[in-house]
């Protein structure tokens, strides 16, 4: 858009099209007619969410993701999912050992022991 030479007022709604999860909830939640240029959107952007860059964990960290008393299998597996997002050398034997670990006795978990998946992605087929 700086190429083309777009205004400010451009640059900004273009900018907002890009956001996602977090960053779209922090740009919704901007009160209306309280930016008044780019740069300035551009420096909250960057203020709100520099410190926020997440530090790797080792891929051990997965096996500490446990399912909670009244999680469901879904928002566990949801959970897991994105807790995996922040592993260093993520691997998928691991990450299958750690999802099967975690869960909590239930027939589910009976049920998928016995032909258990090869990978995670079967494992949340499964699910």
Known sequence: ???????????????????????????????????????????????????????????????????GLKESLKDYIARFNEEALQVEDYDDKMALAAVFYGLKEERFTFSIGKNPPKTLADFIAKA
């Open 1 to 67: 858009m700086q190429i083309q030479t777009a205004m400010d007022a451009m640059m900004c709604r273009g900018f907002s099209i890009t956001l996602i999860g977090s960053a779209w909830s922090w740009y919704r939640q901007l009160k209306p007619n309280s930016i008044g240029s780019f740069t300035e959107l551009s420096r909250l952007f960057l203020t709100q969410f520099i410190s926020g860059k997440r530090s790797r964990k080792p891929n051990s960290y997965l096996l500490t993701i446990r399912q």
